[in-house]
């Protein structure tokens, strides 16, 4: 009698608990941190030739800017986590800002909660707006801001996160990730025949999963499907057509002897666009990409050397009857060969050697220096293209190829300073001179970059 005394006063209890519980987590710490980075621009003959038609930014632009964020990470009861941080990218302007430039916008950069051992202990999982970097970058890792969102380059845009789902199983030495992103999403009206919400958007799932064979070596392979409906803001019908890529492949690093670290990575693509009115329909792309570093730690300076491959195929010139396209999907990649090219050249239809070094002349300064080779993968005659990214955080520099083969040189040279632990200042010199492959072709491109970041 008195257990069952005991068992209703415990669910009375329990009842209680949930109807009066209070609706919030109790925090157990809270961590604030940030960064402020201010940093100063000059770039000169990004159009590659000497037009004087357009936006003359397109070819020189100078510019001071800086960007700011603040980050909150609180841990809650149970394994839970949120992570909060605000970012503010503006370019120098004094108190002459209006509202429309955007200049004082503060945007939500990350937002997001982590549950640890969600359901059983190996399971992690992670909702809301998330960085999600994989391997090293050539697939996965950078969302890339749209046009019109800030008014710095987009190609120094700190905002590289994802609105996702992400599970993460950890039986070490295997770690499987699994994530599904909203990379764009727009709602219409479902009245009468017009569209409908689900038929203009970006979503991307996939796998990755990374086995660490022993201290010295790891394997991952991955699959990811990027399904797009965008068609702009324009109305599409019911029942819209889309661009579906199919990614696949496989990542090897190793450090064989000490100070000696490599890589080597295979991806292949395949899907089929029926968003297009080309022939050219199915995808039947590869990317492949080799890096090799050592660093000579015993030599006080310590010297390091590189060396890197990384090809990205094709899409032929339009044949009649031709219904494969061979141009790699760029994806969301994080890599930059080298500076201006990532920011001029599409992440497609390339073969690229580069070499690198680096040294430490005293403790806290680091000097660098990367060569870049580039040719196209696949010929292609008077095909047209615009920068990746945006000069001013709205409009992209246009391009065409012209049927040969090298796409340009490049060099970065990099010099930084560690003035404290909190403390970076960096100056970064970029020269790129453009190759027979490029339409515009007849100015080398260069860009100097000082700037000075503070961590808190």
């Known amino acids: 009698e008195m257990s ?118 190996p399971l992690s999982v992670t909702v809301g707006r998330q960085e999600i970097k994989f391997g ?3 697939i996965m890792g950078n969302a890339k801001v749209a046009s019109g969102v800030t008014n710095i380059p987009t190609d120094l845009s700190e905002r590289k996160a994802f609105d996702a789902i992400r599970a993460t199983l950890n039986y070490d030495p295997l770690v ?72 696949v492949g496989a990542l090897i690093s190793v450090a064989p002897i000490d100070d000696l670290k490599a890589s080597l990575e295979g991806a292949y693509q395949f899907g089929r666009n029926n968003a297009t009115s080309l022939a050219e329909k199915n995808h039947d792309a590869w990317a492949l990409q080799g890096l090799l570093d050592y660093t000579f730690t015993k030599i006080k300076m310590m010297p390091m050397v590189g060396a890197s491959y990384t090809y990205l195929s094709g899409e032929k010139s339009d044949t009649i009857g031709n219904t494969r396209n061979g141009g790699w999907d760029p994806m969301f990649y994080d890599q930059k060969l080298n500076n201006i090219t990532y920011t001029l050249l599409p992440f497609t239809n390339m073969s690229v050697f580069n070499l690198k070094a680096s040294c430490k002349p005293m403790d806290d300064v680091t000097i660098a220096a990367v060569y870049g080779y580039y040719n196209v993968a696949q010929k ?17 520099i246009s391009n065409s190829y012209t049927g040969k083969v090298h796409l340009g040189d490049a060099i970065d040279l990099s010099v930084t300073y560690d003035y404290t632990e909190d403390v970076q200042l960096a100056l ?29």
Request: no cysteine; net charge positive; proline share 2%.
């Open 136 to 138: 090293n970058g050539l």
């Open 176 to 247: 499987i990730d699994a994530i599904y992103a909203k990379v764009r999403q727009t709602s219409y009206s479902t009245t009468g025949t017009g569209p409908i919400s689900d038929k203009n958007d970006i979503n991307l799932m996939g796998v990755n999963a990374t086995y660490a064979i022993n201290k010295k070596a790891n394997v991952s392979g991955y699959y990811y499907l990027k399904n797009d409906n965008y068609k702009g803001g324009a109305a599409i019908p019911l029942g819209g057509k889309s661009d579906k890529v199919n990614t």
């Open 4 to 121: 069952k005394r005991l068992i209703a006063v415990l669910a009375l209890a329990l009842v209680a608990g949930l109807a009066f519980a209070p609706a919030y987590a109790e925090v157990q710490n809270v961590k604030v941190s940030g960064d402020i980075t201010a940093t100063g621009l000059t770039r000169n003959y990004y159009g590659l030739n000497y037009s004087t038609t357009g936006d003359k930014s397109q070819f020189k632009q100078n510019l001071l800017m800086s960007q700011t964020r603040i980050r909150v990470d609180a841990d809650l009861t149970d394994n839970v986590m949120a992570t909060v941080r605000l970012i503010n990218e503006r370019v120098w302007n004094g108190q002459n800002d209006v509202s429309s430039s955007g200049n004082n916008a503060i945007d939500i950069d990350l937002a997001y909660a982590t549950l640890k051992e969600f359901l059983y202990s």
């Open 428 to 456: 970064t010199g970029g020269w790129f001179k453009p190759g027979e492959a490029l339409t515009s072709n007849e100015k080398n491109a260069t860009q100097l970059i000082g700037s000075m970041k503070v961590v808190f």
């Open 380 to 396: 292609k005659d008077l095909s047209s293209f615009t920068s990746p990214f945006f000069y001013d955080g709205t409009n992209g």
